[in-house]
């Protein structure tokens, strides 16, 4: 069974940044896209940042473009987020697509993980 465990999450003040790190426990992703997706208290979760499975075509929802970037190597998902807002604030998950492209609907992901919470607050 593929388990993905993400990590990294913690309490923040503004304009800090972090690294989220998503380990994949059984590498089925070599030829999978991944994604990050999070999910803020009382919202529904949304699409953050995708990846193909050679590294590239990579792709961001507006609200993080230019703060996040997104990038994997081997087993591991990451995703460095710099200049954190309050409405950063959320659980982030991250997740193996079913094709070798990520996509920005989370339909379109097989496995997921538990996730990981980031709080940007000051």
């Known amino acids: 069974q593929v388990q993905l465990r993400e990590s990294g999450g913690g309490s923040v003040q503004p304009g800090d940044s972090l690294r989220l790190s998503c380990a994949e426990s059984?590498?089925?992703?070599?030829?999978?896209?991944m994604g990050w997706f999070r999910q803020a208290p009382g919202k529904e979760r949304e699409f953050v940042a995708t990846?193909?499975?050679?590294?590239?075509d990579t792709s961001y929802a507006d609200s993080v473009k230019g703060r996040f970037t997104i990038s994997r190597d081997k087993n591991m998902l990451y995703l460095q987020m710099r200049d954190l807002k309050p409405e950063d604030t959320a659980d982030y998950y991250c997740?193996?697509?079913?094709?070798?492209?990520?996509?920005?609907?989370?339909?379109?992901?097989?496995?997921w993980g538990q996730g990981t919470r980031v709080t940007v607050s000051s």
């Open positions: 059984r590498r089925t992703s070599s030829n999978n896209g």
């Open positions: 997740a193996t697509a079913l094709g070798p492209t990520g996509s920005q609907s989370a339909s379109r992901y097989r496995y």
């Open positions: 990846i193909g499975w050679r590294g590239g």
